[in-house]
């Protein structure tokens, strides 16, 4: 049986780019791994849509993140967070072990975090130094707005630190023109590559604030970063595999166009939401993302015996919900080096499984309605 | 011409780990993959050799180093720093981060710190909470008596935190026996893999030094692995495909043996040693460790062309001096997988490039002293 990986992360790698990974092992100091890590970081900042440099932390994409905070905030100074779901939680982890003064704003899974909520809290929280959000929250589905995020607090004197992690790259985000101070993402999601490389561009605004905070870490300073890679280094040993796997896989972006490349996931998307409604389910997300679908589980279904079977009988590997979500929501990750006919596949497989579980669904009017949804009709 | 790699990290890695990571990238949540975690940790545990169990982070060796630290010390805390060398300087770095309060106890490059001197230091500050020790100072070739170090520090109530990054699976170390209460290495040294995961032993007497901590840090708390790991499981998504490759590795460990393992690194760096005194070289370390030579350039000898020219003409890459030690030194190193008959070849080369430079040096004498004393004649 051939396994087929739709977990939001990690997500399947291009065949070249693994290859890249078997090959001998090279020094990192080197002329050649300099030009490497500097060809690799330009094509970053195409993702990236941003003029600044990205700096490469060899860490979980959750590196980042604390990255991101503890190079650029003070204990007892005070954050907004916008939280939708377990990632919008995890800054509230990383914004908590920092001491930082959360002003939370909340709501519940499966809902999106709006403009006037973050409207409202800048305004009521004038001295706020930060704002906390999350492109896509990976737990339940939902995408958010930060072009209209990025509107309200280039108005402040707060800078916006946003988790890109699974978003960028499959869904549509500019760095630069929607004014995002401090965007981190990871390797494993839409960028093609196993997990154990973040990324993080850092604009003037966000390090005019970072060099006037004091310094809270030594590995995660994002400082350490920029001073090397103004000489296409990296302070610590990198994991240089990895960035020479990660400038392979680049290349198929640039390749394909960025452009087309977030059209590609938006339909993806739109023709996956089509082939849910078909299938008399429901989407989990009030405002759902173009990397992954979220399914919310019809009632009387066991939703993880349901990935279970789908795994076991057709290989399909998806992700269960996190924490207390699990079971009742399906996770299907549409990301990266994923096609429109594997995703109309795991419709098919997914249609087999719950039809023989005794939920009412006819095999094929999931993927029926998939493919015409794909083909614009 | 083939390529050869004798920095001290990154080091080559064996086929069949390289052939690991061309491998699809799977669910890192999946229970396929706690296994997987949790046999690359009991082989840990036995390059460690500790009954404790070890923590896996996805960094460089420097995020385990800051994530000892940061775990185990509050600001303003006594420690103290025993540096022979820029490793012992990445101690310092770390340690300055977080605010302790160093007591450092130095040597010159090329010396090595003495369990007198420790001694001393220990019974002058018997408020110091930690001393943080480098078991193989890979800048100059210096290894540290840490079996005297344990013995002594074990008397008192600090804790010893070693860096064994570029030294464990070398060198003899033992993490139980010799109270060693906190040992950080990496992945790209002895244990045969690219860079990207730290692992880190800690023992009961440091795990009570930790949980008395303040939080200090997200990404690098220790507690959080710990936590994890007793579930065979990772707090932040890892470097999953390194973790698979590193039992690989660690599987050709096992079939060797530890004790045999040091015992040919002991026979490679008595037979280099012998190669570069038959060359009318010196040793730079005045207590030379197993996992590396490095040679004083002589005098009139061009050190930087000359490693430029060993690469260049016959593809062997060594390392230079790093800092103000480039151009002084020769580093080769012989860890991990590298056998007796390559370090041979970087020898020859190493003579016929010094021949052509102008440096009398008779082609072959450290060739022929190598093999006798691989031999042990």
């Not at 009521?124 to 896509?136: C, I, R």
């Not at 790259?169 to 154990?196: F, R, Y």
């Not at 310094?215 to 000489?231: M, Q």
Request: glycine share 8%; proline share 4%.
């Amino acid at each position: 049986m051939k396994a087929r990986l739709f977990t939001p992360g990690p997500t399947p790698v291009p065949e070249e780019t693994l290859l890249e990974l078997a090959k001998p092992v090279t020094y990192h100091r080197s002329a050649e791994a300099k030009a490497i890590l500097a060809e690799m970081t330009e094509d970053l900042k195409y993702v990236f849509q941003t003029t600044n440099t990205v700096l490469t932390i060899t860490s979980s994409g959750t590196g980042g993140m604390d990255a991101a905070v503890s190079s650029s905030l003070a204990a007892g100074e005070k954050a907004i967070l916008l939280t939708a779901g377990r990632w919008g939680e995890r800054w509230r982890g990383v914004l908590k072990a920092y001491g930082i003064n959360i002003v939370a704003v909340e709501v519940p899974y499966g809902k999106a975090v709006t403009p006037e909520m973050l409207d409202a809290a800048l305004k009521a929280n004038p001295d706020a130094k930060a704002v906390l959000a999350t492109l896509s929250e990976t737990s339940t589905g939902v995408g958010h707005d930060l072009e209209a995020f990025g509107k309200l607090v280039a108005k402040t004197d707060a800078i916006l630190i946003v988790d890109a992690i699974s978003g960028l790259g499959a869904m549509e985000c500019h760095t630069d023109k929607w004014n995002l101070d401090i965007v981190v993402t990871g390797s494993q999601k839409a960028l093609m590559l196993p997990p154990g490389l973040a990324f993080v561009s850092v604009n003037e605004k966000a390090w005019k604030k970072i060099d006037a905070n004091p310094v809270r870490n030594f590995y995660l300073d994002l400082r350490r970063y920029r001073k090397s890679i103004a000489e296409s280094d990296t302070p610590f040993t990198p994991a240089n595999t990895l960035i020479k796997a990660q400038r392979a896989s680049l290349k198929r972006i640039r390749a394909e166009g960025i452009e087309n490349l977030w059209a590609r996931h938006a339909k993806m998307a739109t023709a996956a939401r089509a082939a849910v409604k078909a299938m008399g389910l429901e989407l989990f997300a009030e405002r759902p993302n173009n990397g992954l679908t979220v399914i919310t589980v019809p009632a009387g279904v066991d939703g993880s015996a349901t990935l279970k079977a789908m795994e076991k009988k057709y290989g399909f590997k998806l992700a269960d919900g996190q924490d207390n979500m699990k079971g009742k929501i399906w996770r299907l990750s549409h990301m990266g080096y994923t096609d429109a006919f594997e995703v109309l596949g795991a419709f098919a497989a997914l249609e087999l499984v719950l039809a023989e579980s005794g939920f009412k669904v006819e095999p094929g009017v999931g993927v029926a309605a998939f493919q015409k949804a794909f083909a614009g009709k």
